[in-house]
């Protein structure tokens, strides 16, 4: 035997591959600084993310590009509170909401550097049927503002149930997520107490990729057939924006629906890539319609293979959730959840499916019973849990969110 030992071979070898990586490395970096810069290439992104505006007709976080990650947090008011309780919630509120949102600590953090780095946070306030019946506004509550009729492919846990108030918080930086979150529930005790936490991510939009699709854990596109943000579908989002009397209080607000929907990835794993795409009704690696080339082109449902069978299957999901009609559209800006998985799981995975709709009665529930009844994607994916909100209008300078509406 040879007196060299399987650490000095490991030593050696290290070093070596180190040597050429180094090797490679300078050679590249000395191949990019000789090269010519073209004058077409895309600048790079800012290193300090921008603050987003707070004060407004209308709140952020909902129209605005979604940030790549995001906290949703239910909170009820507490035995006997009342409009005083209500009031002093969202004064206090505005004031923090006011202060984080321009990277300024609120006036009780103890942690005022975890504030003051801009991560693009939006924070979104909104209330459920409780906070109505709190305030004593139970006359004025919308149609819409109730739980939604139950589905049969519903399996709710109870761990996400409706809360009176819901927090939407989103940001560049899950460091500004999770202190935003905690400095808002600790000043809202004991005016609000938290009930659950839903956390969300999403992969960073990119000059390529602009706007509100993004691949959930099935590899799926999510979010091809939207309203536009640009005001030209405002009416489709915004309460009162088609010139209609919105609900009392709601002018320049929205509706919010929250469904939390686990997705079955081990059983999904046991597709091939053919059934996948055909429970979507779309290719997974470009999201364009099986009928298609590009992800924006129109789906040809009447296309039909060689043996007369539909190209894209009747009850694949993106058929079931195409629009019957202009009006059922739905601004959908979802997340995915990748939790620690429990007993013999081998995956806790989800959809936080949020949606923005002017009338979830008109919009929403038309798509969701069409789902309900028939669409493959059920085999891989359990609704379980479910909550509808109301979005406060935003608020103008030395208003409090809210005021419009206890009024």
């Not at 010519?36 to 590009?65: K, N």
Request: aromatic residues 6%.
């Amino acid at each position: 035997m040879t007196g060299v030992g399987r650490r000095t071979l490991l030593r050696t070898g290290l070093l070596a591959g180190g040597a050429g990586v180094g090797a490679l490395a300078v050679s590249r970096l000395s191949d990019a600084t000789s090269a010519p810069s073209r004058a077409d290439e895309e600048p790079p992104p800012p290193a300090h993310p921008a603050t987003m505006p707070f004060r407004g007709p209308r709140q952020a976080g909902v129209t605005d590009d979604p940030q790549p990650f995001a906290a949703f947090v239910g909170l009820d008011l507490p035995a006997g509170a009342t409009k005083d309780t209500c009031r002093r919630l969202l004064r206090v509120w505005t004031d923090d909401i006011d202060r984080l949102m321009a990277a300024k600590a609120p006036l009780t953090d103890l942690e005022p550097e975890l504030a003051e780095v801009p991560s693009r946070l939006s924070i979104t306030l909104a209330v459920g049927p409780g906070f109505y019946d709190a305030a004593g506004l139970v006359p004025h509550r919308p149609s819409w503002l109730a739980p939604l009729p139950s589905f049969t492919i519903d399996r709710f846990d109870g761990h996400w149930p409706q809360t009176d108030v819901l927090l939407q918080i989103r940001a560049d930086s899950p460091v500004a997520v999770a202190h935003a979150q905690r400095r808002l529930v600790v000043g809202a005790e004991p005016l609000a107490v938290q009930r659950w936490v839903q956390r969300g991510f999403r992969e960073p939009l990119t000059s390529s990729r602009p706007g509100m699709p993004f691949r959930n854990l099935f590899g799926q596109v999510d979010g091809t057939v939207q309203p536009r943000t640009d005001g030209a579908d405002d009416a489709l989002v915004w309460l009162g924006a088609d010139g209609a009397p919105a609900p009392h209080g709601l002018a320049g607000g929205t509706a919010l629906i929250i469904r939390r929907i686990a997705m079955n990835l081990d059983t999904w794993d046991r597709a091939d890539r053919v059934a996948r795409e055909n429970a979507v009704g779309r290719r997974l690696g470009s999201g364009a319609p099986l009928t298609g080339r590009l992800e924006t082109d129109q789906p040809d449902l009447r296309a039909e293979d060689e043996l007369g069978f539909p190209v894209i299957d009747p009850v694949s999901h993106m058929r079931r959730a195409m629009p019957a009609a202009p009006h059922e559209r739905i601004l959908r800006a979802p997340y995915s959840y990748d939790e620690a998985p429990t007993g013999r799981q081998r995956s806790n995975s989800g959809l936080v499916f949020v949606s923005y709709q002017a009338d979830p009665l008109r919009q929403f529930l038309p798509i969701q019973r069409r789902l309900a009844e028939a669409d493959l994607l059920n085999v891989w994916t359990t609704p379980i849990s479910s909550g509808v909100y109301a979005v406060l209008p935003g608020a103008l300078p030395g208003e409090d969110l809210g005021a419009a509406l206890l009024a």
